[in-house]
């Protein structure tokens, strides 16, 4: 995803200093003009704005508040946004050191996964100050279709908890349809045309379940990483005081598809632990009730 979303910042004249841990993921934007730093502490060093996407907070916590962090080169103005999904605790810790040295944070993750990424349609929620995310507005529409202003440092994290919780549970909805649907003995490709029409149609019947169809379960969002959301939401809502039991089945079940090997399959490879518990092995076409 961050290559994409690097890749639309490029072609809007942006210029662009970009490092990965693995090189190899950012040639094709080194071959189209970006300037290759040798660590995140250079990319600031030539930044005035710096976006961030890795995958875990630890990353996160590493590249900004590490002995070599992004927090050391912060300069007076300059804007730090992360985009990855990380604890709401975390993005208040970080936006306290940067403030520190006079530059500002913003976190703002996205959802729409790896097809949002390449079409620039995403939906980012952002936390942080209001007039800081209307000035660096315009680098965000290059990224995104929905662009939403949660709130304070912190508010784009929780909005983007929920994001995923409400995913949790449409995707276990989604499969346990066409597990359904497979067992009555119907078309499924026939019964997806009609209940994408009603009150189900979601953006998981239109992009998910055809992959699911297919059995191409490659990743548009690790499951790996669904897990550790979901995992934070969960330790979010203890922490408030909540109980969310739809949340804390579809995390047991994702682990359960994490442990049968698929941590690095896409969200929608759950059918793949839902079909284990029927001993039931979904294809396109209709088999006898």
């Known amino acids: 995803m961050g290559a994409a979303m690097a890749g639309h910042l490029l072609a809007q004249g942006h210029a662009l200093t970009v490092f990965s841990r693995t090189r190899s993921k950012a040639e094709d934007l080194l071959l189209r003009g970006a300037r290759w730093a040798e660590s995140p502490a250079r990319v600031a060093d030539a930044s005035d704005v710096v976006f961030?996407?890795?995958?875990?907070?630890?990353?996160?916590?590493?590249?900004?508040?590490?002995?070599?962090?992004?927090?050391?080169?912060?300069?007076?103005?300059?804007?730090?946004?992360?985009?990855?999904?990380?604890?709401?605790?975390l993005a208040g810790t970080i936006g306290e050191a940067v403030k520190l040295r006079g530059a500002w944070f913003l976190d703002a993750p996205v959802s729409g996964g790896d097809v949002g990424a390449r079409n620039a349609s995403l939906s980012i929620m952002v936390g942080g100050e209001a007039h800081i995310v209307a000035t660096?507005?315009?680098?965000?529409?290059?990224?995104?279709?929905?662009?939403?202003?949660q709130g304070a440092t912190g508010a784009g994290q929780h909005a983007k908890l929920c994001n995923q919780i409400t995913i949790g549970g449409t995707m276990i909805g989604v499969c346990e349809s066409l597990l359904y649907g497979y067992r009555a003995g119907l078309d499924l490709e026939t019964m997806l045309q009609s209940i994408r029409g009603g009150a189900a149609a979601c953006w998981a019947l239109d992009n998910l379940a055809p992959r699911i169809l297919a059995r191409n379960f490659d990743p548009g969002f690790f499951v790996e990483h669904f897990v550790k959301d979901m995992g934070m939401a969960l330790e979010e809502s203890r922490r408030m005081r909540l109980v969310?039991?739809?949340?804390?089945?579809?995390?047991?079940?994702?682990?359960a598809v994490q442990a049968h090997g698929h941590g690095r399959s896409g969200t929608h490879a759950l059918m793949i632990a839902l079909e284990e518990l029927s001993n039931v092995h979904v294809s396109a076409k209709p088999v006898e009730p």
């Open 52 to 89: 961030t996407m890795v995958g875990f907070p630890r990353d996160v916590s590493d590249v900004y508040l590490g002995d070599a962090g992004l927090v050391h080169q912060a300069r007076a103005g300059m804007v730090f946004v992360d985009m990855t999904t990380a604890p709401p605790s």
């Open 136 to 149: 660096i507005r315009p680098l965000f529409e290059s990224l995104g279709q929905t662009i939403v202003h």
């Open 244 to 255: 969310l039991p739809g949340l804390s089945l579809v995390h047991q079940l994702y682990l």
